[in-house]
């Protein structure tokens, strides 16, 4: 049995030089010492509460991606890649040139549909939040990914993702939902990334 999700994207393409919507973190030397050696480090905050008092969860995700930055930006704006390192995506329906239904599995056969938009600025930041829709089943969402060059070479990027959901009701009993979409899934991302992108480097 799957569960399926699917939401419209919108895309709209930014200037290089924009600062990103979200704050950038400040790693401190410990979390530094961690991705030296090859580890995806996620941090639980309470940043959301400073953009809205939701009942969602807030994480941030940390990573080193042994590529340039350039080619981890082409895998994260790549929709058609996401099901080569995104949990339980299955796959994206492009509906026009800024909008994309997404389908991602997950166990049992339930459907949950949310629209939201997208900035980018290549190759530095992506951003997405939830736009109002009738058909949205999650109550809010957004996020970013965040790209910096690492060390001298200018082979390896910092991945800084951070992700904020609130799914809204949840049936008693199907709290585990909150758990895959968020504190499970997130890591998974950054590090399927770093190894989808790391055996696909041009």
């Known amino acids: 049995m799957r569960l399926i999700y699917c939401y419209i994207l919108s895309t709209i393409l930014f200037g290089y030089a924009e600062s990103p919507p979200l704050a950038i973190f400040e790693l401190d ?4 010492q961690k991705l030296d050696k090859g580890k995806v480090v996620t941090i639980k905050t309470d940043f959301h509460k400073e953009m809205n008092p939701g009942d969602g969860e807030h994480y941030q995700v940390y990573g080193i991606v042994n590529a340039p930055i350039v080619e981890v930006f082409s895998a994260v704006e790549n929709f058609n890649d996401y099901p080569k390192f995104m949990p339980r995506f299955d796959y994206a329906e492009q509906i026009n040139p800024s909008e994309y239904i997404f389908n991602i599995i997950l166990p049992m056969n339930i459907k949950y549909q949310y629209r939201i938009e997208i900035q980018k600025s290549a190759p530095a930041w992506l951003f997405w939040e939830t ?5 949205n089943s999650i109550k809010e969402t957004w996020g970013q990914w965040y790209l910096e060059p690492y060390g001298e070479s200018g082979n390896k990027t910092l991945v800084k993702y951070q ?3 609130d799914p809204g009701y949840i049936p008693y009993g199907f709290e585990w939902i909150i758990d895959i979409m968020t504190r499970i899934s997130l890591p998974e991302t950054v ?4 190894k989808w992108v790391e055996n696909n480097e041009n």
């Not at 736009?131 to 058909?135: C, F, G, L, S």
């Open 29 to 32: 030397k410990s979390i530094i």
């Open 131 to 135: 736009v109002p829709w009738e058909k």
């Open 191 to 194: 590090k399927n990334l770093k």
């Open 163 to 165: 992700v904020y959901t």
